[in-house]
């Protein structure tokens, strides 16, 4: 027997079984009950959230031969040939590799002229609809204008924005949402039931985090692990290995030695994972992902508590409260730049080592400093008393302490700002990776009503600067992610040095000589290359 994916087995084959898109699916049966449907719709959402399963549905419940109806029987020819994907009325397009005009021409305008052959409609269903070439999108415009009677259009996209107005305004549009933990970890347990396996609700849960969402990468991953896992019970550890993810206790013990100055432990930390098969940048994307977390538990964003199970959140506010937000920040902002060093470097494993002893030998600046005596006998007030979130612990409120350097009027908290700068930095990259890359390590400070961009590279400063466009629209995404719409942008780089190794443990002072020069020479310049894993 074939092996089918569980993305493509456990696909919702009724409107009911598609989960977290109740707006979606209620406002399309009601259409098809109503008999008001548009000529074209634009599906917008991440990936993996129903997009092109809707599509589906939405095929059989015009076609159907009981219908139309908002739930079609799923046993006639039509419902059935749709369902293997092989109706001639129904054709699907990836826009992803058919984007010039010719194969607009021919698979769509040309076909949509003649009736349905043999069903009610002719549905053509474009995924990644704003793959398409300006072209084929002025080609297509025509028909989706005047569409003759029999024939509908579904547009499915992961970025709207490329999508041209044209386009957008003849469509109606609906936007797909992504899976909520509590919601994916339902559907996946659904799916073990009934292929039979057991979990833990912990271990399910983990699943549901790393999917980001998608309920397709959620199913994805599932099978991953269901590969993975042994007789029994599906554990958390079977998921962690199975993903390649870092567990969350070493990411907890790992900070916690930074934070305590163990550099050794730390070392033996990451020893332990390479030696269990974890890549480098997965180990520094996890950190990230970790600190980051950590800011927004500090910062009380109660829609992330969700994400873990409550003793662990509660372990992390305690973690964050030790570490202090300001220096949470510098650790995410160099990992991020060691992160783009270890991408273009043949020895990651290396880079990373240098950054852990690095935070891990630093000693934070005054206010950054935690004051871990002070955690025991602190008073029961609501609000947390360490010195180290004054800052953020009122973001509205006038800074309390005049030996603090915060603006005078300004009220937008600078570790705050930041943490609004960084979420949008990393949007940014996800939209437009070539421009976002060159935000990489940069941070924001707000001075007497100025935003100051500073920017980490000289290369990236260039890049701003060269077109005034670009620059413009940088300058307008700094004011929206900081809510500061009126507020002058000022663009600047870095003029810090990069962070400097600390240097080598010298084991003799004597100058070198002969062999030993050539060997230290050799050590030097290959070294990281001799050691590095590939
Ligand atoms: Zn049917």
Redesign the pocket.
Known sequence: MAYISLYRKYRAQTFDELMGQSHVTVTLRNAIQQGRLAHAYLFCGPRGTGKTSTARLLA?ALN????PTPN?????R??RSIQAGNCVDVVEMDAASETSIEDVRTSIIENAKYPPMEARYKIYIIDEVHDLSAKAFDALLKTIEEPPPHVIFVLATTEFHRVPPTIRSRCQRFDFHRGTIADIAKRLQQVLDAEGFRAEPAALHLVARAADGSWRDALTALEQVIAFSEEGVITPQTVYHALGMLEDETLMQLTDALIDHDAGKALNLLDGQMLLGREPRVFAESLIQHWRMLIQAALHAQDRAGLYDPTQWSAMIEQARRAGVPRLLSWWERMAGALSEMRSSGSPRAILELYLLMFASETPTASAQPTPQAAAPSPPTPTTPQSTMRNHAAPHAPAPEPAAPTPPSEAVDPAYANQLWQQKVEELIRRSPAGGEHLRGSRVVIEDGVIRLILARQLAYAYFKQVARREQNLAHEVRAALGMPNAPVRLECSNEPPPQPPPPPVAESRPLEGEELVNAINETFNGYEVEGES
């Open positions: 059989k159907c031969e009981r219908g079609p029987c799923n046993e006639c039509f419902c």
